[in-house]
C-alpha cells in the first residue's frame, strides 16, 4: 500500500474500491510493479481525459485484472501457497480424467448413477405434480382480489362447514360494503340431458350463474356480448369445446340446444375452455336468475357459491369483521320470522352462523367443505408427496457420498501423486467436483428418460394429465441443469473434501480407508436411508390396512351386484313402466327409485322437533331422502323396527322411516307411531327404524336420515331429483343382466343415452385419494428400498473386498462360510436396527395423525412395525449377503497369494 503516494501528491485519488480490488487480489510480487504503472497511467488520462474519465479507466482496468489466476492466497503459511490455476483447458482435462474413472469403475459408477437418476426422476414427477397443484385458479386476471364466502352453521350443537352462502349474500355485500367491487353466484343442479340436431348427452357439466360472473371471473368470450349472454331469457353460454361437439364447427352462436326434453336454449356466448387447474369446471352457463331458488332470494338457502371481487388494496379481514353487520341486520330477521327465534337465542342455545371470505387460490388445496363445485385436493398431501421425493433424492445423494468415501482408498495414491506432483487442494476438489457433477449429469439425463416413459402411468395414478414438454423448455432446461448441478456439488463436497485432504504420504501408503470417523458417517447415513425406508413401508402397511378395513367393513347396506341408472329423470313419467319392464327379466332381483343413494352426495339437512316440542335446543338436523317401497330391500338394508312403506297406501305419504341415529338423536326408545315435524309445517309420523348405514365415507359419523316416499311415486309425474333407478342382480351373469336392462331402456326411451354404474365402484370412488396415497407410499417405498440397497450394496461389496486378506486367513484357520457371511453381514444390519428403532415412533405419530381424519379406524398395531422391520431386515440381508457369500466361497489361496 502506499503507492498512491508516489508522484504527484496533489493529484486526485483513483477509486479506492479499485485500489482495494487491486492490492487485495494481486498476485504477491507483483503488486508494487502493477501498481505502480496504472497510476502513471491514472495520472497520464488525468491530463489528457480528465477525472471522470481518469477514475473510469482505472476501474476498468483494474477490473480487467481481477481474473482467476490472480486470486491472493490468504494462508502464508499453507504448503499448497500458490494461487489456484483454473484454466479451461484445465477444467477439459478435468473431466476428461472424471469420464475415465467412471469407465474404469463401471460397477460403482451403475450404482452411483442409477440411484442417483431414481431420486431425480422421482423429484422431477414430484416437482410436474405441486407445480401443477399450486397453480390452480391463478389464471383469473383479478385472482388476487377473488374471494368466495364459506358458512360455518350450528344447529341443534351440530357443525356444518359448507362452501355455499344465502342466496341474497353477494349483492346485500355489493350494495352494503364499498370495500366490495362486484359479487357473482354459481348453482349446480346436477346433471341435465342436452340434445342438438346432431346428438344428445347426458352433461353433468352445467352451472348456472349470474351474468356478473364475466365481470369477476376471466371467462375470455370468442364470440357473443359479455353483457348479455347471461341476461336474455332462455340462452346459454357454452365453451368453444362444446360447441365443437354438438354442431361440429366453432361458429355456434344463435343456435338451439334443448335441455332435459323441453327446455329449449339460444346460443348466446362461446367461451375458451376452462382450463385443468380450476376448481371451477362447466362446458354450459345457463342464467341463474331464472331458477326458482334465486327467485326465492331468502337469507335460510345456503345453495348458490358466492364469489366477491374486492376492490384492490381491500385487506379481506376488513370484509370479515363486518359479517356481524349482516348477521344482525338480515340473518337475525329471518330466524324471527322463519324459525320464531332470534340470532341472540341461537347463540345462546350454542348455535352460530359465522361467514367467512376464503382466497380463490387456496380453495382447491385448503378447502374440504359441503357442497364444493368440485373435488378439492388436500395440501398435506401435496406437501408430503413432495417431502417423500426430497426424502428420495436424499437417499439417492447419500448412497453417492457413501459409495465415494467408501473407495477413497482406491484413489488415495492417485491424490497421492497428484499432491507430490504440485497439485494443490483447490484444485483436487475442483477435479472430483468434476466427476461428481459429471455423474449427476448422466444420472439427470437417465432421469428425464425414466420421466418420459413413467409419466403415462403417472398421471393414471395422480389423476393428472401432465405433459413431458413442461420439462423440455429453455426456462426449465435451465432449472434441471442449475437443479442437478447443485445436487452435484451437495453429493460430491463431502467426497471431494475429503479426498482432497488426505496428506501425500499417508495417501501414498493407502491407509486412509480405516478412519474410524468416516467409517462412523456411513453408518449414520445408512441409518437414514434405511429410516425413511422404513418409515415408508410402516406407512404403506397401516394405510392399506384402513383400505382393507374400509372394504370389509359392515355398511348397513349390500353395494354389491347393484346396478345404477342414474339418467331416470329424462324419462319423467317412463320411470315406472322402465322399472317394472326390467324386473320382468329373470336375472334381476329387485329394483328402486329414489333420491339419494348411500354414497356422498350433495345433500342437505332440515331441522326436525320431536313430538310436541318447538324449543331450538331439542331440534335435530337430519337429511329427507325420497324413495319407494323397494329401496330397503333393493339395497340390503336391515328393518329393526315397525314396517316399510306399502305401495299405494296414500297414508304413507306423511311417514317416514328413520335410522337408528336420529332414534337417539329424538331421544325414542320406541319411535314407532310418534310424529315430528318441522318448524311451522310438515308432520311426518314414524313407521319404522331402519339399522344404521354409512351412507359417506369413513371419515364422517353417521347422521340422522329420514326416509319418505314422494308423492309421485303413487302415481304422478316423477320429479327431477328422483334420478336413480337401482336393480339387484339375481345372477353372476352380469353381462346378461345389463344387457336386459338396456334393451329396456332403449325399448322406453329411444334416442337417449344409456348410463350405468356398480353401487361398490360408486362407493369406492369415495377414497379414490386414500387408494392414490396408498400406492404412492407403495412406490416410493420400493423405490427408496431399492435405492438404499444399491448403496448397501455397493459397500458390502466394497466391505468384502477390503476384508479379502482377513476372510482368507479365517478360512485357513477353519472358519465356516456361514460364519464369515455373517461375519461381514452383521455390520450392515446393526444401523439397519437403529433404523428401525428410530423410524418406528415417527411411522406411529404420522399415521396416527392420518387416522385422526377418519370416524372410523383400525387401531395401531404392533405388529405392523414387526413386520415392517422384519421385511427390512430380510431386504438388506438378502443384498448383502450376496456379496458376503461370493466372499466366503472365494479359494483363500488366491487371495493370500496376493499379499
Keep these: ?35 505502480g504503472d496504472l497510476l502513471e497511467m491514472y495520472a497520464y488520462w488525468l491530463k489528457t481525459v480528465g477525472l471522470s474519465k481518469a477514475r473510469w479507466r482505472y476501474a476498468m482496468a483494474v477490473l480487467r485484472l481481477i481474473r482467476p489466476f490472480t486470486w491472493s492466497r490468504t494462508s502464508p503459511n499453507n504448503d499448497e501457497s500458490h494461487p489456484i490455476r483454473l484454466q479451461p483447458a484445465m477444467f477439459h482435462n478435468f473431466f476428461k480424467i472424471a469420464f475415465r474413472h467412471l469407465i474404469h469403475s463401471k460397477g460403482y459408477s451403475a450404482l452411483t448413477i442409477v440411484g442417483l437418476a431414481l431420486g431425480l426422476a422421482v423429484s422431477l414427477l414430484s416437482i410436474l405434480y405441486v407445480t401443477d397443484e399450486l397453480s390452480y385458479d391463478r389464471y383469473h386476471q383479478k385472482a388476487d382480489r377473488i374471494y368466495r364466502i364459506n358458512s360455518d352453521i350450528s344447529f341443534s350443537r351440530k357443525g356444518l362447514k359448507t362452501a355455499t352462502s344465502p342466496t341474497p349474500m353477494g349483492q346485500t355485500l355489493k350494495r352494503d360494503f364499498p370495500e366490495v367491487e362486484q359479487a357473482t353466484r354459481l348453482g349446480k343442479y346436477g346433471s341435465h340431458l342436452v ?58 352462436l344463435n343456435r338451439v340446444l334443448v335441455f332435459d326434453d323441453n327446455d329449449s336454449r339460444r346460443v348466446t356466448g362461446i367461451i375458451k375452455d376452462l382450463p385443468a387447474q380450476s376448481h371451477i369446471q362447466a362446458d354450459f352457463l345457463l342464467p341463474l336468475h331464472e331458477t326458482k331458488d334465486a327467485k326465492a332470494n331468502k337469507w335460510g338457502n345456503h345453495i348458490f357459491t358466492t364469489y366477491v371481487l374486492l376492490r384492490p388494496g381491500t385487506a379481506p379481514e376488513l370484509v370479515n369483521a363486518k359479517f356481524e353487520r349482516i348477521l344482525q341486520t338480515y340473518v337475525d330477521p329471518a330466524l324471527r320470522r322463519y324459525f320464531n327465534t332470534s340470532l341472540a337465542e341461537t347463540r345462546k342455545a350454542g348455535n352460530y352462523f359465522n361467514y367467512s371470505l376464503m382466497p380463490l387460490t387456496d380453495i382447491h388445496l385448503y378447502s374440504d367443505r359441503d357442497g364444493e363445485l368440485s373435488p378439492n385436493n388436500s395440501s ?35 491424490v497421492g501423486v497428484r499432491k507430490v506432483a504440485g497439485s494443490t487442494r483447490a484444485e483436487l476438489v475442483v477435479q472430483f467436483l468434476s466427476e461428481s457433477l459429471l455423474t449427476t449429469f448422466f444420472a439427470l439425463v437417465i432421469g428425464l428418460g425414466l420421466v418420459y416413459f413413467l409419466l403415462p402411468t403417472f398421471n393414471t395414478l395422480a389423476a393428472k394429465n401432465l405433459s413431458f414438454s413442461q420439462l423440455i423448455n429453455v426456462s426449465s432446461i435451465l432449472y434441471l441443469l442449475a437443479g442437478s448441478g447443485t445436487v452435484g456439488v451437495l453429493a460430491g463436497l463431502y467426497p471431494a473434501l475429503y479426498l482432497a485432504s488426505f496428506k501425500p504420504i499417508t495417501a501414498l501408503k493407502g491407509k486412509l480407508w480405516v478412519m474410524p470417523s468416516h467409517q462412523s458417517l456411513r453408518n449414520y447415513l445408512v441409518v437414514f436411508q434405511f429410516s425413511l425406508s422404513v418409515l415408508l413401508i410402516i406407512g404403506t402397511l397401516l ?12 355398511l348397513g347396506f349390500n353395494k354389491e351386484q347393484v346396478v345404477v341408472i342414474n339418467t331416470a329423470q329424462s324419462t319423467q313419467q317412463e320411470v315406472t313402466t322402465f322399472k317394472q319392464d326390467v324386473l320382468r327379466s329373470p336375472a334381476i332381483k329387485t329394483g328402486t327409485v329414489s333420491g339419494f343413494l348411500p354414497i356422498t352426495s350433495n345433500r342437505w339437512s332440515d331441522m326436525w322437533y320431536p313430538e310436541n316440542e318447538t324449543d331450538q335446543k331439542q331440534s335435530v ?71 344404521d348405514f354409512h351412507y359417506e365415507s369413513l371419515r364422517s359419523t353417521i347422521e340422522p336420515v329420514g326416509l319418505v316416499m314422494d308423492a309421485s311415486l303413487l302415481g304422478g309425474h316423477i320429479e327431477s331429483y328422483l334420478s336413480n333407478v337401482s336393480f339387484r342382480l339375481h345372477t353372476a351373469d352380469v353381462t346378461s343382466a345389463l344387457d336386459a336392462i338396456e334393451k329396456t331402456w332403449k325399448q322406453v326411451a329411444p334416442n337417449r343415452p344409456f348410463a350405468y354404474s356398480f ?14 396415497t396408498e400406492q404412492l407410499f407403495m412406490d416410493f417405498a420400493a423405490i427408496s428400498i431399492l435405492i438404499a440397497c444399491l448403496g448397501l450394496f455397493g459397500l458390502s461389496a466394497f466391505a468384502a473386498e477390503q476384508r479379502q486378506k482377513e476372510i482368507g486367513v479365517r478360512k485357513v484357520l477353519g472358519a465356516s462360510i456361514p460364519g464369515i457371511v455373517a461375519l461381514l453381514s452383521k455390520d450392515f444390519l446393526k444401523p439397519v436396527l437403529i433404523a428401525i428403532v428410530i423410524a418406528s415412533p415417527i411411522a406411529w405419530w404420522a399415521t396416527h395423525t392420518w387416522l385422526q381424519d377418519f370416524a372410523y379406524k383400525v387401531d395401531i398395531t404392533w405388529w405392523v412395525f414387526a413386520l415392517a422391520g422384519i421385511v427390512s431386515i430380510g431386504i438388506a440381508l438378502l443384498t448383502v449377503s450376496f456379496q458376503s457369500i461370493k466372499a466366503a466361497l472365494m479359494n483363500p489361496v488366491k487371495s493370500l497369494r496376493s499379499e
Design 1 to 35: 500500500m502506499g503507492r498512491l503516494t508516489n508522484g504527484d501528491q496533489r493529484l486526485p485519488k483513483p477509486p479506492s474500491w479499485a485500489v482495494w480490488a487491486l492490492t487485495h487480489f494481486c498476485p504477491e510480487g507483483l503488486e508494487d510493479e502493477l501498481q
Design 543 to 554: 394405510i392399506n390396512q384402513q383400505m382393507q378395513y374400509i372394504q370389509t367393513k359392515k
Design 621 to 691: 338436523g337430519m337429511q329427507e331422502w325420497q324413495v319407494d317401497p323397494d329401496y330397503i330391500a333393493t339395497l340390503g338394508m336391515q328393518l329393526l323396527k315397525g314396517r316399510n312403506f306399502t305401495a299405494g297406501r296414500v297414508a304413507d305419504n306423511q311417514a317416514v322411516i328413520i335410522n337408528e341415529s336420529a332414534a337417539r338423536r329424538f331421544g325414542y326408545q320406541n319411535p314407532i307411531g310418534k310424529t315430528i315435524h318441522k318448524t311451522g309445517g310438515e308432520q311426518l309420523t314414524i313407521i319404522g327404524v331402519v339399522k
Design 380 to 414: 398435506e398431501y401435496v406437501y408430503l408427496f413432495l417431502l417423500i421425493a426430497l426424502f428420495i433424492l436424499l437417499i439417492a445423494v447419500f448412497n453417492f457420498i457413501n459409495l465415494t468415501t467408501a473407495r477413497s482408498a482406491k484413489r488415495a495414491r492417485e
Design 759 to 772: 353401487l361398490s365402484d360408486d362407493f369406492e370412488a369415495m377414497y379414490r385419494s386414500e387408494q392414490r
Design 195 to 252: 340434445k342438438s340436431d346432431r346428438t344428445t348427452i347426458r352433461e353433468n357439466r352445467v352451472l348456472y350463474a349470474d351474468s356478473t360472473v364475466f365481470d369477476v371471473f376471466t371467462l375470455p368470450m370468442l364470440a357473443g356480448n359479455l353483457k348479455n349472454a347471461l341476461t336474455e331469457p332462455q340462452s346459454v353460454v357454452i365453451t368453444a369445446h362444446t360447441a365443437q361437439k354438438y354442431f361440429g364447427t366453432a361458429d355456434a
